[in-house]
């Protein structure tokens, strides 16, 4: 039975987006996180640059200590993928998920792990 972490709904949540990620993170990424998610399927290139976006919200958003907001409505477009690659992130102890927060609707979201923040290994 999964955790419901509802502390985590008090904590400001940011809507997933897509943005401009600076070589070092992907250097990071690429030889840090990228070998803990077990990305499966077609499109592999794909799924690692989405996944490398997923990480970076996380980071960004777990600096001040907020979260990560992103629909599982696989009836949207795009979103069944997304929802895997959170999934494998998740799986991968670099996330957790909790119910959606207040400011998200019913959005799940993911917290950013310590273990997952730049510079530690």
């Not at 400001?12 to 399927?41: M, P």
């Not at 795009?78 to 119910?99: F, M, N, S, Y």
């Amino acid at each position: 039975m999964e955790h419901k972490r509802y502390y985590l709904r008090e904590k400001k949540s940011h809507i997933f987006q897509e943005r401009f990620i600076v070589n070092d993170f992907r250097e990071f990424f690429n030889q840090k996180v990228l070998k803990l998610l077990k990305l499966r399927g077609n499109k592999i290139a794909e799924q690692q640059e989405l996944a490398l976006q997923i990480v970076y919200s996380l980071v960004l958003a777990g600096l001040p200590r907020h979260v990560v907001s992103d629909t599982r409505d696989t009836g949207t477009s795009g979103v069944r993928q997304r929802v895997r690659i959170w999934d494998a992130v998740i799986e991968a102890g670099l996330a957790i998920k909790c119910l959606g927060s207040q400011e998200s609707g019913c959005n799940p979201n993911s917290s950013c792990s310590v273990h997952l923040q730049p510079g530690q290994s």
